[in-house]
């Protein structure tokens, strides 16, 4: 396809994707994210460095975090909803509980957006994100005075510099220093520690200056909590529409909880989730939060009959991938048993890659997930929810991450336990 004056070539086949995200030398991002993105010289020496912030033993420690957030706040805000009859958008409970915890974890400071706080750093991000799916498929705004003419890129600038100003008022160096930290050494990746700390404590031997850092902060803010909240939403608003699967997951958190519905999962529970867990996936699988991957050609692609020529710009298409009737039972209906073992082990393993794969995939997928299953035992140990609107309704919104239209609209109900 073309894209304004750009050819495109849209990848779908699990082999073929599978050839481009396992690559070593395909990782050139396309010039689509020059607005959000930076230069593959800095992504190979940072990634290395950033794995340690998302070592197992480091995501357990902020799992309290995550706790707070769902129990002793979302879930006493949208308890207002229950059995009233009203209905009510849990996306936005959803998006500001998420959003915490990825603050946390990236700067080791407190948002309170759940608790009205910090409002226009929220909204800026959204808008953000907004802007940047416009300005990457209207190749008209790529003109600079068309950008800026249109208003557009004034909104922008002035966004982006209340969320970086944000960043860098986040002064963690004084803190580490009065702490004595700064010379700490070792295995980094056994000890709790935020984001910014970490590289603040890298930033002599990796040579990053702060703008550096404040980079990387708001790129990890930025595309993580978005696609988090996106996962959650789904999944609540996809069982709200399948009460025998939403029974389920009801069943396997009372065989996990009994009827304590305060109690704080350990990391043994979050295994125990096996139902939920398909549930999850195969919301992704569905309404998988990112529309796109799109990489430039550093060379040739040969992919069976075809050449793809240097320089050309590859979209790969999970949304498309994942609903390939070669590879799905129900390709276009939610369906959790997709995810049985013997039926994952039928598939080709690029059929499903909701988070990306190879060199370039989400190196923050295990925290997302934990996230997401630590927030929603709690919703479903508490709740029973009906969707307003089932599919094929509530269409996605094509921002930076596939939203939903109409929100996650529910009429939510205490759970009633025989």
């Known amino acids: 396809m073309w894209l304004g004056p750009i050819p495109v070539a849209l990848v779908i086949r699990p082999a073929y994707c599978k050839q481009i995200l396992q690559s070593n030398t395909?990782?050139?991002?396309?010039?689509?994210?020059?607005?959000?993105?930076?230069?593959?010289?800095?992504?190979?020496?940072?990634?290395?460095?950033?794995?340690?912030?998302?070592?197992?033993?480091?995501?357990?420690?902020?799992?309290?975090?995550i706790v707070k957030q769902a129990q002793q706040i979302m879930m006493e805000q949208v308890d207002a909803f229950a059995d009233t009859g009203r209905e009510v958008d849990l996306f936005p409970y959803v998006k500001?509980?998420?959003?915490?915890?990825?603050?946390?974890?990236?700067?080791?400071?407190?948002?309170?957006?759940?608790?009205?706080?910090?409002?226009?750093?929220?909204?800026?991000?959204?808008?953000?994100?907004?802007?940047?799916?416009?300005?990457?498929?209207?190749?008209?705004?790529?003109?600079?005075?068309?950008?800026?003419?249109?208003?557009?890129?004034?909104?922008?600038?002035?966004?982006?510099?209340?969320?970086?100003?944000?960043?860098?008022?986040?002064?963690?160096?004084?803190?580490?220093?009065?702490?004595?930290?700064?010379?700490?050494?070792?295995?980094?990746?056994?000890?709790?520690?935020?984001?910014?700390?970490?590289?603040?404590l890298n930033q002599e031997k990796n040579a990053l200056s702060?703008?550096?850092?404040?980079?990387?902060?708001?790129?990890?803010?930025?595309?993580?909590?978005?696609?988090t909240a996106?996962?959650?939403?789904?999944?609540?608003?996809?069982?709200?529409?399948?009460?025998?699967?939403?029974?389920?997951?009801?069943?396997?958190?009372?065989?996990?909880?009994?009827?304590?519905?305060?109690?704080?999962?350990?990391?043994?529970?979050?295994?125990?989730?096996?139902?939920?867990?398909?549930?999850?996936?195969?919301?992704?699988?569905?309404?998988?939060p990112v529309p796109i991957i799109a990489r430039r050609l550093t060379h040739d692609l040969i992919l069976d009959e075809f050449t793809l020529p240097k320089d050309l710009t590859t979209l790969i298409v999970p949304i498309a991938t994942h609903r390939n009737p070669k590879d799905w039972e129900r390709p276009s209906v939610f369906y959790p048993d997709h995810f049985l073992p013997d039926a994952v082990a039928k598939r080709h393993p690029f059929a499903y890659f909701p988070f990306s794969a190879g060199p370039r995939n989400c190196f923050g997928q295990k925290f997302a997930q934990a996230e997401e299953k630590t927030v929603l035992s709690y919703f479903f140990r508490k709740y029973r929810v009906e969707s307003v609107t089932p599919l094929p309704g509530n269409r996605f919104v094509p921002e930076l991450i596939f939203k939903p239209e109409d929100g996650v609209k529910c009429h939510l109900f205490k759970r009633v336990r025989s």
């Open 26 to 65: 395909l990782i050139t991002k396309a010039t689509l994210y020059d607005k959000l993105s930076y230069t593959n010289e800095k992504w190979y020496g940072r990634r290395k460095m950033l794995t340690p912030a998302f070592h197992f033993n480091v995501l357990k420690g902020y799992q309290e975090i």
């Open 96 to 200: 500001r509980c998420a959003s915490e915890p990825f603050l946390e974890t990236a700067m080791s400071t407190q948002l309170n957006a759940q608790e009205g706080k910090n409002s226009e750093y929220v909204t800026a991000v959204a808008r953000i994100s907004d802007m940047l799916f416009t300005y990457g498929r209207s190749p008209w705004l790529w003109l600079t005075p068309v950008w800026y003419g249109s208003g557009l890129g004034f909104e922008f600038d002035r966004l982006v510099k209340m969320t970086t100003d944000f960043t860098r008022q986040v002064e963690r160096r004084q803190t580490l220093i009065d702490e004595g930290r700064m010379e700490e050494s070792g295995d980094l990746s056994k000890k709790r520690m935020a984001f910014l700390e970490m590289m603040l």
């Open 210 to 227: 702060d703008e550096d850092i404040r980079e990387e902060v708001d790129t990890f803010m930025f595309e993580g909590h978005d696609t």
């Open 230 to 288: 996106s996962g959650m939403g789904w999944t609540i608003w996809l069982l709200g529409q399948h009460p025998e699967y939403q029974a389920r997951v009801h069943a396997e958190m009372d065989d996990v909880f009994g009827d304590d519905e305060d109690r704080e999962p350990s990391e043994e529970d979050l295994k125990k989730y096996i139902y939920l867990e398909m549930c999850i996936k195969e919301s992704l699988r569905l309404c998988q």
